[in-house]
């Protein structure tokens, strides 16, 4: 990213809260036991779904909808950090 800012002196990065919706559908051979954990599941099927189609993954469908939100609409946590991260001098 500094190679990118460093041709362009000039160019501001802009910044904005995005609202997102990812829907994916796809078949998973995997051990019953680990998908009881609700805990680790999430990231268990990003991980499997990321890694791509092999012999024991078949996608089926994915959907990703992605919104520009108002910053008020945003946690309190999360204006703050955009307000870090507008005022970074790495992002100029």
């Known amino acids: 990213m500094k190679s ?3 041709s362009h002196p000039n160019q501001k990065v802009e910044i904005s809260v ?5 829907n994916l559908k796809f078949r998973l051979i995997e051990e019953k036991g680990v998908l009881s954990d609700r805990d680790k599941l999430l990231d268990l099927l990003i991980d499997a779904f990321s890694a791509g189609a092999d012999e024991y993954l078949e ?8 919104e520009e939100i108002s910053e008020l ?3 309190p946590q999360m204006r703050r950090q955009l307000m870090r991260l507008r005022n970074s001098s790495d992002l100029v």
């Open 73 to 75: 609409e945003a946690s």
């Open 4 to 6: 990118d800012t460093a």
């Open 59 to 66: 996608p089926l469908h994915s959907c990703v909808k992605t």
């Open 18 to 22: 995005y609202e997102c919706e990812i």
